[in-house]
């Protein structure tokens, strides 16, 4: 039986990623292939036809790469990630691969941390056999102005859920270190495939479109096409000065996702040019780079391993948008070479451009001074087989206790009529809000550390109520790694100042009727204030009193401190008349007379299902502190079940009050 490989590639501007993880794709004819495109189809790329190709809702990257959007005008972007998320966790469970090989992320592709570090965390904690791959370019974009977190963001990663790095290079060109500079952090194994290339063609029938003329061909490319506007209307007025003394043809790829308005402006310039041709894509790149004269291009990977398959000779612009050195790096590397020569974009004028272009074409070829290893896609299934090989099957269920309880089919009763009304919701379009609350965090105890890992391999959020004074160090660096992998997943709130009594009959209570005014103020002040130095902008400031209750004088302390959410056990009565919105928790998931005790299903699940049809939010209330492996099961099969839902929105006392905020800005307008 063949192994199984399941492949992650999302492409957000051009479509390097995609060629590269298609040629890799090739290479695989001993594996069972399914590929996960994240990006925009492009018209005329071909997969094997025994691959499976698998195309989540697609999303794209502006040119900066700081914003993503949903490829489908007017799409939601949120309601995008939602699906996305949804159906990456199913094929990954249908799939069950072998080999899961992730493209570029986590040293990149951070903004989809969402849907991907879920999935790795349910294979890390539930003990799967399924190796995780992370598959990766010459050089790293390194000027970031957080560098430094990003590329620890990338080792912890790395060194909690990968088995092996890729990197697509030779390193006698080029090595990870010299744009990953902490590479000896990295816990896994690294192997150098050498360069990923198409090979070049052999015997094609050259394109009519470039057969003999006489006169030099020079072909103009931009790779995707969404950025390098610039280059190829440079090229087209550079063209236009040199045919007179100089005739030539010159044909302009476009790349497939050229804004049609673009396109069009470059058709109506060149219709008075007759030597110039302009197509928007061809499959036929390398036909077509063979027999050129000249390229003239970007400084992308796939296109420099074009240029050394086929020889041709070469101007590149290295893209430099959002600050990117890479292309800048490669190209120069080789032009030392002898490969090519540079053009950056700081000169890119006609002139000088049609300058360069005689001055190529009347240059004698050049033989590399060293000749790349570009056998990378062949490597990278030697590594994916021995890996596989060399990888010792797990004792005992692959799956741990913690996943769904079932038998053969046959699901548990709770499971059942939560689903069947979880699909009445979803058919009736109501949208259900739910939040969950986490109280007593102080110390990075195991049974927190699971509790944050059973909600990362969900992909759904936390609110974690800190008591300020009984914070460690440890936790703090525990909630800021995880807020690094991914952004607003914990919601960073306020628990009290120390979780003590100050009452000496009654019920408990750290802001009761006991202590003073100023008291309470400088313990809740000191607390917020330990709680910002700690986490900086991630500290949301709502607060949640000690055993759920204070007094009413606590309200006015929390207004003059600047609290903007008070969240405690739902009362009858909401608090009204003040600067906070009350955002309580509904319900809770154990009884407290006589010690915690966890209710049963058969008590939760119905309320539950109430309160999402009553309720404009639900909040459920939880106890680390306590939680037993029954606890942790029955969480985790209920998170899965709400997750299956599309109705369901999973929130943070952030988002739930931004919420609040916008319907609020809507009925005063």
């Not at 040199?242 to 996702?257: D, E, N, S």
């Not at 804004?259 to 302009?278: D, G, K, N, R």
């Not at 099957?393 to 709770?414: E, F, R, T, V």
Request: with cysteine; hydrophobic share 40%; proline share 6%.
């Amino acid at each position: 039986m063949k192994k199984r490989v399941l492949i992650y590639c999302q492409h957000v501007l051009g479509m390097g990623h995609l060629v590269r993880s298609l040629e890799i794709v090739r290479a695989l004819k001993d594996w069972d292939v399914t590929f996960l495109n994240g990006g925009d189809l492009c018209p005329g790329m071909e997969f094997p036809s025994q691959t499976e190709v698998v195309n989540l809702p697609p999303i794209k990257s502006e040119s900066d790469f700081k914003t993503i959007l949903a490829s489908e005008n007017g799409q939601d972007l949120e309601t995008v990630k939602r699906a996305r998320a949804r159906q990456l966790q199913t094929e990954f469970s249908r799939i069950k691969p072998d080999v899961f090989l992730i493209e570029m992320f986590p040293f990149g592709r951070k903004h989809f941390a969402y849907e991907l570090v879920p999935v790795l965390e349910q294979i890390r904690r539930n003990k799967m056999p399924t190796s995780v791959v992370c598959s990766l370019r010459d050089i790293l974009v390194n000027n970031k102005r957080n560098q430094t977190q990003h590329n620890e963001r990338a080792i912890t990663l790395m060194n909690r859920y990968f088995d092996l790095l890729l990197v697509h290079a030779d390193p006698r060109f080029q090595t990870l270190n010299e744009t990953f500079p902490q590479v000896r952090e990295l816990l896994c194994d690294i192997r150098y495939t050498g360069f990923v290339s198409q090979p070049a063609p052999q015997a094609l029938e050259v394109p009519s479109d470039l057969q003999a003329s006489g006169q030099p061909t020079i072909l103009v490319s931009i790779g995707g096409g969404r950025v390098g506007y610039e280059l190829v209307e440079c090229a087209l007025q550079a063209s236009a000065q040199l045919q007179a003394g100089f005739p030539h043809r010159m044909m302009i790829l476009t790349g497939p996702y050229m804004p049609e308005e673009q396109f069009q402006l470059l058709l109506t310039s060149a219709v008075v040019h007759e030597q110039v041709t302009i197509l928007r894509y061809t499959p036929n790149f390398l036909s077509y780079l063979r027999e050129a004269s000249l390229s003239v291009s970007m400084a992308g990977y796939n296109t420099c391993m074009n240029l050394l398959a086929t020889g041709t000779k070469a101007l590149v612009v290295p893209f430099t948008g959002g600050g990117n050195t890479e292309q800048t790096l490669r190209a120069e590397k080789l032009a030392q070479l002898g490969v090519v020569g540079v053009v950056s974009p700081s000169q890119l004028r006609p002139d000088y451009l049609a300058e360069r272009i005689i001055q190529a074409l009347r240059t004698p070829p050049q033989t590399p001074t060293l000749s790349l290893d570009q056998d990378g896609a062949m490597k990278t299934d030697a590594c994916l087989q021995e890996l596989v090989a060399r990888k010792q099957p797990l004792s005992g269920n692959m799956a741990s206790a913690s996943l769904p309880i079932q038998n053969g089919n046959h699901q548990i009763p709770w499971q059942k009529e939560l689903r069947e009304n979880l699909e009445l919701l979803q058919a009736e379009g109501k949208e259900v809000r739910i939040f969950f609350r986490d109280d007593d965090i102080d110390e990075d105890e195991e049974t927190l550390i699971r509790l944050l890992d059973l909600f990362l391999s969900h992909g759904a959020p936390l609110n974690l109520a800190i008591i300020p004074d009984l914070l460690s160090d440890a936790t703090v660096r525990q909630l800021l790694m995880r807020e690094l992998w991914i952004p607003e997943s914990l919601g960073l709130i306020q628990h009290g100042w120390r979780h003590t009594n100050h009452e000496q009959e009654g019920r408990k209570c750290e802001f009761g009727i006991s202590r003073s005014l100023a008291d309470k103020f400088n313990d809740i002040a000191r607390g917020k204030s330990r709680l910002e130095k700690a986490f900086g902008p991630r500290f949301y400031p709502a607060f949640t009193p000690p055993w759920n209750r204070c007094t009413e004088d606590t309200f006015g302390v929390l207004d003059e401190l600047g609290f903007v959410v008070f969240s405690k056990d739902q009362g009858k009565e909401p608090v009204r008349g003040h600067r906070f919105q009350e955002i309580s928790t509904t319900l809770d998931l154990y009884r407290w007379k006589d010690g915690a005790t966890l209710k049963p299903a058969d008590e939760i699940v119905p309320a539950l299902i109430s309160q999402m049809r009553e309720l404009d939010r639900v909040g459920i209330l939880l106890h680390h502190k306590v939680m037993d492996d029954t606890a942790f099961t029955f969480l985790d099969q209920l998170l899965k079940e709400l997750r299956h839902c599309p109705q369901v929105r999973f929130h943070t006392l952030k988002t739930l009050m931004q919420q609040v905020e916008a319907a609020q800005s809507v009925s005063w307008s």
